[in-house]
C-alpha cells in the first residue's frame, strides 16, 4: 500500500465564505509521494482519472460523508484529490484510503467539518398535554361485557389516531430537519446538471461506442442518487432513505400541481431504475443512457412546473 502526505484545501468560490466546507462544495486533498505507476488512470500522460476506476474505501454508513470527484497530477509526485460531501457534520478518519480494486493508496488521518447552509427549522407545535379520561360512571353488572369491550375498542381507537397525528407532525419535522445533510450552493437543477455533465465527460456510456460494464454500472447508481438528490432538495423530502411510493405520496400531498403533471412520469422512471438496479447485468449501455436522458428531460419539467 503506497502512503502520501496529504493535506487539505479550499478553493476560493464567489459568494461562499474561505474556508468553510458546506455540504455540496468541493475541495481538494493535496498529496505528496510516490505514486504506484499501475494504478489505474494514474499517470502523467492521463491527468485525469476516471470516476468508477478510484473509489474511497467507505463503510455503507459513510457513503454521503466523502465522494471522489476527480484526480489530477501537478507533477510527478504531487497530486490533486478532488472531493465533495453530501452530508452535514464532523468527520474524522484514522487512515482514509483510495483504491482502483488492485492498488491501494493511503492517505493518513484526515478530519474535516462539513456545514448546512439551510437556514434552522422554525419551531414546531408543542404536544398538547393529553389528560386521563375520567370515570365512564357507575357500571351496571346488568350491562353485558360485549358493549364494556365495543366501548372500549372506540376509546383505544381515538387514542390511536390522536397519537398517530401527533407523530406524523412530528415524523415530518424531523424529516426537515435531516433535509441539512443535502444541501448545496448551488439550486437543485443546477446541481444535477452540474453532476451529469461530469459524469458525461467521464462514462464510456456517452461516448457512443461500447460501454464498459463497470461505466454501466455506475452510470445507472449515479444518476439514480442524482435524481432523489434533486427531489429531496427542490421538494422539501427525504428522498434518499424513501420508497418510491412513500415519494410520491409525498409529492401529491405537498406539491400537487407537480404530482398530476409528472407524477406518472416519475413512477416510470423509477420503477426502470428499480429494474436495472435488481438486474444489472442484464443493462445494456444504450439502456442506461436511455433512462439517463429520461432522468434528465423529467427533472428539468419538473423544475418548469415548480
Known amino acids: ?42 499517470s502523467p500522460a492521463q491527468p485525469e482519472c476516471k470516476p468508477g476506476k478510484l473509489h474511497f474505501v467507505l463503510k ?29 457534520g464532523n468527520f474524522q478518519y484514522q487512515d482514509l484510503q483510495l483504491t482502483d480494486g488492485t492498488q491501494t493508496l493511503s492517505l493518513g488521518p484526515i478530519q474535516y467539518m462539513v456545514q448546512s447552509v439551510l437556514p434552522p427549522p422554525e419551531p414546531g407545535q408543542q404536544q398538547a398535554k393529553q389528560e386521563p379520561f375520567g370515570p365512564i360512571g357507575p357500571a351496571s353488572l346488568s350491562v353485558p361485557m360485549l358493549y364494556w369491550a365495543i366501548l372500549a375498542g372506540v376509546i383505544g381507537l381515538i387514542i390511536l389516531l390522536c397519537v398517530s397525528k401527533i407523530y406524523r407532525v412530528v415524523q415530518r419535522r424531523n424529516m426537515l430537519e435531516r433535509l441539512k445533510e443535502h444541501d448545496s450552493a448551488l439550486t437543485p437543477l443546477a446541481q444535477f446538471h452540474q453532476s451529469m455533465r461530469r459524469l458525461q465527460r467521464t ?88 433512462i439517463a436522458t429520461h ?6 419539467k419538473m423544475e418548469r412546473v415548480s
Open 1 to 42: 500500500m503506497a502512503t502520501l502526505q496529504c493535506k487539505m484545501e479550499m478553493p476560493s468560490v464567489e459568494g461562499l465564505k474561505e474556508n468553510e466546507l458546506t455540504v455540496g462544495r468541493e475541495f481538494l486533498f493535496v498529496c505528496d509521494g510516490e505514486f504506484p505507476k499501475d494504478l489505474a488512470c494514474v
Open 60 to 88: 455503507p454508513e459513510e457513503k454521503y460523508q466523502i465522494h471522489l470527484l476527480g484526480f489530477e497530477f501537478r507533477s510527478a509526485t504531487q497530486a490533486d484529490i478532488k472531493a465533495t460531501a453530501y452530508k452535514a
Open 295 to 300: 432522468c434528465r428531460i423529467l427533472v428539468e
Open 203 to 290: 462514462n464510456t456510456v456517452f461516448f457512443g461506442g461500447a460501454a464498459k460494464k463497470e461505466d454501466i454500472k455506475q452510470c445507472l447508481e449515479e444518476t439514480y442518487q442524482m435524481l432523489k438528490l434533486f427531489l429531496t432538495r427542490s421538494y422539501q423530502m427525504p428522498a434518499m432513505e424513501w420508497n418510491d411510493r412513500l415519494i410520491l405520496k409525498d409529492l401529491k400531498k405537498y406539491n400537487r400541481k407537480v404530482y398530476f403533471e409528472h407524477g406518472d412520469e416519475l413512477k416510470k422512471l423509477l420503477k426502470e431504475y428499480h429494474r436495472g438496479i435488481q438486474d444489472k447485468d442484464a443493462v445494456t449501455g444504450q439502456d442506461i443512457l436511455n
